[in-house]
């Protein structure tokens, strides 16, 4: 297509919709836009409002100085131009070569005069026409690669976005560009999914935001500006729908495929449809596509157990999963301490006595102590925790046993926690549930769940914390004096009895006990609490995760001792400064439901939930 033909095709476009828009207008929010006239070609009923807008499409073409054909949902496939008008076969058509060279077509044109025709009738303000003009290939049948031009407009509110290919796009004139989101848990997501598709179930849980408007059209065009991060239609959109959208969000640098990645070349005509999958660029689409196809998680095939050893219930139960993993063919890693523990067990002539005590004292998980294999060699498969290399680790017991393991742990290692404390807010499952989640984590089906941790640096020396760092004096009932910094400003100098320097997973620990606020782990920020503090304008701070925080003590001659998720504690003395930022390597968690936070903040703290108050999430 010339420069001549792409005026001329941009000018036919634009009197379309100018024309369109003026005619329908009427008719937005009526009763009468809403009569069902007749089936359309596309077997979808046709409202009045479509045709009145279709007519002044047909009307337009039909008087052009060019011929043209149209592919549109109401009518079909036409041959148009020159006071002409002839129902064709485009196929059929474009496989003839008795053509003359005045009479050939110039354009295809694929219009969808009123996308969101129910929006219109309810003046729901989600509703356009979109214009795709294709060239005409010569000896083969068009496909979407042949569209060159395409115009989309809000017709609720006038938003215009146009493309050319290998030109660019633009939105009311002015050059539009995709977001800049890569994580699925942050993404706004747009579209149609099937009721019993369970890949797309998961999209949407672990989208920030889902948002179905009615308009495929609008929809897939959003991902060009960045209002939606991706967009899908599992149900198979027209090609007459996506065709003009496709383009405007391939000149914008974002991505348009079908379900499997592949790229869409679907040949034009009334009859066809495409699943689509777009989005802002390739890191998130790669996660979409992994996502939809069932196959975003690795095999977790080696596994590391560790498990709390000072109550016989927990170890018990660790045997059982060793047992349950091995014959599930996984390879299994013990930590050192509790394969002594079991190979002692094994070793008492009082085992089955042992058992049964502890299925009469905690009759809930007795049925799960049934028929445990110990004929198992424990210290061959024992491995000091610091060694690990598995593709996940199991860790029995409360918040407290998982912090002490994670910090002994690589990081990149993640965690499966399996509640055997009092609260449990890190861990994942509770006992009864545990074999059903191990079902379905070796399945696949889970996702890895990212959380910040702290580093922590005093004197060229640095720690980490999952959870928070605690300063406090080391003689009860004495006040200490602090300096708080963020980013070099001093934001508050405080008497009190401590200090809290939380993560958000910490936030539902010692933090909330000292009046913090509960921080859903996704907020990118650190929470600065003060433990009664003297002075009644003391309050706590949440600061970007970006920032550094630094923590002086200004009384002379009082020390403080600091201390890591309950587990390491270290001193500090006067004027000597504790500094707080974001580590880059953070703690994952293997999670089996995408529901995870909230429910616990419900489960556990609700009334009538757990009776004892958490304090450090040591338990």
Not at 36 to 50: E, L, W
Not at 73 to 86: A, D, F, N, Q, V
Not at 357 to 369: C, F
Not at 599 to 619: A, F, M, S, Y
């Amino acid at each position: 297509m010339d420069a001549q033909d792409k005026k001329i095709a941009t000018d036919l476009a634009y009197e379309i919709i100018k024309d369109v828009s003026r005619a329908t207008r009427p008719y937005f929010g009526t009763q009468k836009a809403g009569a069902k006239v007749k089936i359309g070609a596309d077997g979808t009923p046709t409202s009045y409002i479509d045709i009145i807008a279709e007519e002044i499409v047909i009307h337009i073409l039909k008087e052009a100085p060019v011929y043209s054909y149209i592919i549109s949902e109401e009518i079909g496939e036409l041959r148009l131009g020159k006071g002409t008008k002839r129902s064709i076969s485009l196929t059929e058509e474009l496989r003839r070569d008795d053509i003359p060279e005045d009479e050939r077509p110039r354009f295809i044109f694929l219009v969808d005069p009123i996308d969101g025709t129910t929006n219109a009738i309810k003046e729901i303000p989600a509703f356009g026409i979109s214009i795709a003009v294709a060239s005409v290939p010569e000896g083969r049948l068009a496909t979407l690669n042949d569209v060159e031009l395409a115009f989309l407009s809000n017709l609720a509110n006038g938003n215009f976005f146009e493309a050319e290919k290998g030109r660019g796009c633009w939105l009311n004139n002015e050059k539009v560009q995709p977001s800049d989101i890569v994580n699925i848990s942050n993404m706004t997501l747009g579209g149609f999914t099937k009721s019993s598709t369970i890949e797309a179930s998961k999209l949407v849980d672990n989208a920030r935001r889902m948002r179905v408007l009615g308009s495929v059209v609008l929809e897939l065009s959003y991902v060009a500006s960045g209002r939606y991060d991706a967009f899908l239609d599992l149900r198979g959109s027209r090609i007459i729908d996506i065709a003009g959208a496709k383009l405007i969000v391939e000149e914008a640098g974002a991505i348009v495929t079908d379900k499997y990645g592949e790229p869409l070349n679907n040949k034009l005509s009334i009859h066809e449809r495409a699943i689509v999958v777009a989005a802002n660029n390739k890191i998130l689409h790669d996660q979409l596509i992994d996502i939809l196809n069932d196959n975003q998680t690795d095999l977790i095939a080696k596994i590391g157990v560790i498990s709390r050893i000072d109550q016989d219930r927990s170890i018990l139960f660790s045997a059982k999963i060793i047992d349950y993993l091995l014959r599930n063919g996984r390879e299994v890693i013990i930590e050192k301490r509790l394969s002594h523990k079991l190979s002692d067990l094994k070793q008492n002539p009082d085992l089955d006595e042992i058992i049964e005590k502890t299925k009469k004292n905690y009759p809930q998980m007795a049925h799960l102590l049934d028929d445990i294999d110990f004929e198992i060699d424990y210290d061959e498969l024992s491995e000091n925790i610091f060694d690990f290399e598995c593709d996940m680790a199991i860790i029995l017991g409360g918040d407290g046993t998982l912090l002490r393991a994670e910090s002994k742990m690589k990081p990149e290692i993640p965690i499966f926690g399996i509640n055997m404390g009092t609260v449990g807010f890190l861990t994942d499952t509770e006992v009864q549930d545990t074999f059903t989640s191990l079902d379905e984590i070796l399945k696949g089906s889970y996702y890895r769940e990212k959380r910040a941790r702290l580093v922590v640096s005093h004197e060229n020396n640095h720690y980490s914390a999952v959870n928070e760092v605690v300063i406090m004096t080391d003689q009860p009932a004495k006040m200490l004096h602090f300096e708080i910094q963020v980013d070099g400003e001093i934001i508050e100098q405080v008497r009190a009895d401590g200090l809290i320097i939380s993560t958000p997973s910490g936030s539902t620990a010692y933090a909330m006990s000292a009046g913090g606020p509960i921080v859903d782990p996704k907020v990118g920020g650190f929470i600065i609490i003060p433990i009664c503090p003297y002075k009644l304008g003391a309050r706590p701070f949440i600061v970007s995760d970006n920032s550094e925080i630094t923590v002086k003590l200004l009384k002379k001659g009082k020390s403080a001792v600091f201390v890591m998720d309950g587990q390491r504690s270290e001193e500090a003395r006067y004027e000597e400064e504790i500094k707080f930022k974001k580590s880059e390597k953070d703690v994952y968690f293997i999670r089996t439901s995408s529901k995870y936070f909230y429910k616990k903040v419900k489960d556990k703290l609700n009334e009538g939930g757990i009776n004892e108050t958490p304090r450090c999430n040591n338990e």
